[in-house]
């Protein structure tokens, strides 16, 4: 029996780029693919919710103390984790 995709789109977190990484001012997220919905909420390493966002480009952490930080990522329905640092 021949194998076909499920689905047309590939949501490989492998092609999800974080940069700059480490960051002292913004990052950004760099999602090769096409989506219709996108939502992010950074935590410290204590699990602590630190930030909301729903846009991929420039999310500010400046004001952000020096550490690592999780960013949390649904797109369209699909979660993905990343760890920055910053300093």
Excluded at 3 to 14: E, G, T
Excluded at 43 to 62: F, L, M, R
């Amino acid at each position: 029996m021949p194998q076909a995709p499920l689905s047309v789109a590939d949501y490989n977190v492998d092609k999800l780029a974080l940069y700059p990484n480490p960051t002292r001012g913004e990052i950004n997220l760099a999602i090769p693919f096409s989506f219709e919905s996108f939502d992010a909420t950074i935590y410290d390493i204590s699990g602590k919710i630190i930030k909301k966002t729903n846009t991929p480009q420039a999310i500010d952490v400046i004001n952000l103390t020096n550490g690592v930080y999780m960013i949390d990522t649904l797109i369209d329905g699909r979660q993905y984790t990343q760890k920055f640092v910053k300093n």
